[in-house]
C-alpha cells in the first residue's frame, strides 16, 4: 500500500459513497483513518481490529480531537461506512467486519459519555479563558454590550493572533498562581491585627491629629511632626549597622492618609472615615480597615526617577521577601532572603557604587525585617522566618487583588474530580494530603472511584498518576467499579494494582511490558510540572538498582506510550550513571525512530 494509504482510502471511500448514494461526512472520516495511522500506527485499514476500534473511540479520539456530543452520531456513522467500506470491498472478512460493527455498537455509549464529559469541561474552560481575556482587556462580564463588541473584534483578528493571545494569557494565569495555605480563623487575624504594632502606631498618630494645619503638601509642620515622634516614641531613629532612618513617622503619616483613617486635604488634617474602622470590635470590619494600611505601608511605591535611598529601594522590594515567605514550606533564614533580595536589586536597578548601595541594602533590609516583626507578620521559627497567620491572611489578600490564584486548603473539597486534580497540581504534600482527605470526606466512594477513573481515561500523564494515587486512598469498597474500568488501555494498569493492592480476587502483578508503560506514564506526568532533572530524580527513588535499570532502558524505548521519547531523553541527559545515561541517550533516538517508522510502514 502507498506510503500515505489515508489519501488513497479516503478517495476510495468516498467513490465508493457516490456509487451507492450514500451520505458520508468525508472531513469526519479522513480524521479517524489519520487517526488509525498516525496515532496507532495501523500500517492500512485492514489492520482495524475490534480492539484497536475500541481504543481508537476511548482512547486515541477523545485525547486528540475536540468534539462536542452533538459530534458523536456523525463520528460513529463515519465508522460504520468505513467498517462497510472494509466489507464490500473485501479489505476485511464479512465476519471481522461484523465484530467490528458490533463493537461499535458495544462502545458507542461509552464513547458518548465519554465526550459529553469533555465537551462540557472544555466548554467550561473555554469560557474562562475568553472571560479572562476580557476582564484582562478591561472589560466587565456584566457589562453585556461591551462583552459582545469584544467578541466580534477577537473573532475578527487572524487565527495565529488570537492563538498567540490566548497562549499568553494562559502563560499569565499560570505565572500567577501560588501554593495552597491554610487560613487561622478570621477571629484569630482580627486580634492579631488589633494588637499589631502598626495599629497601634495609626491609631496613635490619628488621636493625636485630630484636626490641625498642615503645610502645602498636605504634611505635618515641622514642630508638629516633632512633636508627634516624641507622642509615639519615634524620636530616635531605626538603625542597624550603618544604616539609619529617621523617616518611619513620614512613613506612617502617608500610610494613614492612603488608608483613610486621617484625611488631609486643602491644608487641613482631619481624621478619616476609616478610623472607626480599625477600632471596631467587628472582626470583619476592622480587617477591611487594616488590610488598606498595610498595602500602604508595604507597598509605597517610591518613585525610581526621584532617586532612591537605600531604606527607599529595599521598602520597594519587599513585597517580593513576603511572598517568597508564603510560598515557602518551610521557614527561610534572612540571609537567603538576603541574597535574593541583592540579585534582584543588582539585576533591576542601575546602581553607580555597587559595594557600598550593597552593604546599606542588607542594613535596610534588616531594618524592614524587624518592622515587619513589630507589625505581626513575620516571626522567626528557629534560624528561619515565617509569616504570622496574620501575615499569611494579608499577603493572601494582595495576592488576590493582583490577580493571583491563591487557594486555601479545604476549597476542593466539594469540587468536581477532575477540578481536585487539576488543583492539586499546586500543592505542596502535606496540603495535598489534607486536600485528598477533605474530598474523599464529602464523597460516595463509589462514585469518587468512577469520577477519577474518568479522569485517568481522559487526563494526560500528569492527571492519570495524580488521580491514582487518590484512588489509593479509597476502600475495597470500589472494587466494583475499579473492575469495570480494567479494559480500558490507560486506566487497565493502574486499576490490575489497585485490585492487587486491595486484596481483590481479580488483582494481579502487572506484566513487564505494563510496569515499562507505568514508568513511562509516571516520568511524563512529573515532566509535565517538574523540571527534568528533578523528574528523574524522583523517578529513580523506586526504580530498580544498577544493571536492572540499564536492561529496563533496553526495552522502555519498545514502549507504547507517547511519552516515551521524551521520558528517555531526560533519562539520558540527567540519570547520574554515565552508562546508563548513555544507554537512555541511545534508546530514546530508537523510540523516536520507531515512531517515524510506524508512520511510515506499509
Known amino acids: 500500500m502507498a506510503e500515505n494509504w489515508v489519501e488513497t482510502t479516503a478517495g476510495d471511500l468516498r467513490r465508493w459513497a457516490d456509487e451507492r448514494g450514500e451520505a458520508l461526512d468525508e472531513q469526519g472520516a479522513r480524521i479517524l483513518l489519520e487517526l488509525l495511522r498516525e496515532e496507532m500506527g495501523l500500517a492500512g485499514p485492514a489492520a482495524l481490529t475490534p480492539e484497536a476500534l475500541r481504543e481508537l473511540l476511548l482512547s486515541v479520539f477523545p485525547e486528540s480531537v475536540v468534539a462536542g456530543g452533538d459530534d458523536v452520531p456523525t463520528v460513529l456513522d463515519a465508522l460504520r461506512r468505513i467498517v462497510a467500506y472494509l466489507r464490500d470491498t473485501g479489505a476485511v472478512p464479512a465476519p471481522v467486519a461484523a465484530d467490528l460493527d458490533a463493537e461499535i455498537d458495544r462502545t458507542g455509549p461509552a464513547f458518548a459519555d465519554l465526550v459529553a464529559e469533555m465537551d462540557t469541561e472544555e466548554r467550561q474552560a473555554a469560557a474562562e479563558v475568553i472571560g479572562g481575556l476580557m476582564q484582562a482587556d478591561g472589560v466587565s462580564l456584566d457589562d453585556q454590550e ?43 487575624v482580627a486580634d492579631a491585627a488589633r494588637r499589631s504594632r502598626l495599629t497601634e502606631n495609626v491609631l496613635a ?4 491629629t485630630g484636626e490641625r494645619a498642615l503645610t502645602e503638601h498636605d504634611t505635618l509642620t515641622e514642630p508638629d511632626a516633632e512633636a508627634a515622634a516624641v ?14 532612618d529617621a523617616g518611619e513617622l513620614e512613613r506612617l503619616w502617608w500610610a494613614a492618609v492612603e488608608a483613610k483613617v486621617i484625611t488631609a486635604e486643602d491644608g487641613t488634617a482631619k481624621l478619616g472615615p476609616s478610623l472607626d474602622g480599625l477600632q471596631s470590635s467587628d472582626d470583619s470590619t476592622l480587617l477591611a480597615a487594616w488590610l488598606p494600611l498595610f498595602e500602604a505601608m508595604v507597598v509605597p511605591g517610591h518613585d525610581y526617577a526621584d532617586g532612591l535611598d537605600a531604606v527607599e529601594l529595599v521598602q520597594n522590594e519587599m513585597t517580593g521577601v513576603l511572598i517568597h515567605l508564603y510560598e515557602q514550606e518551610e521557614p527561610t533564614e534572612p540571609e537567603t532572603l538576603l541574597g535574593a533580595l541583592l540579585d534582584h536589586v543588582e539585576e533591576s536597578y542601575d546602581l553607580t557604587d555597587a559595594e557600598t548601595m550593597s552593604t546599606l541594602v542588607s542594613d535596610a533590609f534588616f531594618l524592614e525585617l524587624a518592622t515587619f516583626a513589630e507589625w505581626g507578620v ?7 522566618r515565617e509569616l504570622t497567620p496574620l501575615g499569611v491572611w494579608a499577603v493572601r489578600e494582595l495576592l488576590l487583588a493582583d490577580g493571583f490564584s491563591a487557594p486555601v486548603v ?4 466539594g469540587a468536581r474530580a477532575s477540578e481536585l486534580i487539576d488543583g492539586l497540581t499546586w500543592y505542596r504534600p502535606d496540603a495535598a494530603d489534607e486536600e485528598i482527605d477533605g474530598w474523599l470526606a464529602r464523597h460516595d466512594p463509589k462514585d469518587a472511584a468512577a469520577d477519577l477513573l474518568d479522569v485517568m481515561r481522559t487526563g494526560g500523564p500528569g492527571a492519570r498518576n495524580l488521580a491514582a494515587a487518590v484512588l489509593h486512598r479509597i476502600g ?3 472494587a466494583a467499579v475499579v473492575r469495570a474500568a480494567q479494559e480500558h488501555p490507560l486506566v487497565s494498569p493502574y486499576a490490575a494494582l489497585w485490585l492487587n493492592a486491595a ?12 510496569y515499562l508503560w507505568v514508568f513511562v506514564d509516571t516520568v511524563a506526568g512529573m515532566l509535565e510540572t517538574a523540571e527534568p532533572e528533578e523528574a528523574v530524580e524522583a523517578a529513580l527513588i523506586d526504580a530498580p538498582p544498577g544493571a536492572e535499570m540499564a536492561a529496563m532502558i533496553d526495552d522502555l524505548w519498545r514502549t507504547d506510550h507517547p511519552g516515551v521519547a521524551a521520558v528517555l531523553e531526560a533519562l539520558g541527559a540527567h540519570h547520574p550513571d554515565k552508562a546508563t545515561a548513555k544507554a537512555a541517550r541511545t534508546a530514546a533516538y530508537k523510540a523516536r525512530s520507531a515512531h517515524q517508522g510506524a508512520h511510515r510502514s506499509v
Open 503 to 514: 486484596g481483590d480476587p481479580s488483582g494481579r502483578e502487572l506484566a513487564r511490558e505494563e
Open 231 to 244: 507622642a509615639l516614641g519615634l524620636e530616635d531613629p531605626r538603625s542597624h549597622g550603618q544604616m539609619e
Open 476 to 478: 475495597p469498597e470500589a
Open 410 to 413: 479545604g476549597d476542593l473539597a
Open 146 to 188: 461591551a462583552v459582545e463588541a469584544w467578541i466580534r473584534d477577537f473573532e475578527a483578528l487572524p487565527e495565529e493572533e488570537r492563538y498567540a493571545r490566548t497562549e499568553g494569557y494562559l502563560q499569565q494565569v499560570e505565572d500567577l498562581v501560588v501554593p495552597p495555605v491554610r487560613l487561622a480563623p478570621v477571629e484569630d
Open 205 to 208: 498618630l490619628a488621636r493625636w
Open 378 to 384: 513575620v516571626e522567626k521559627s528557629g534560624k528561619g
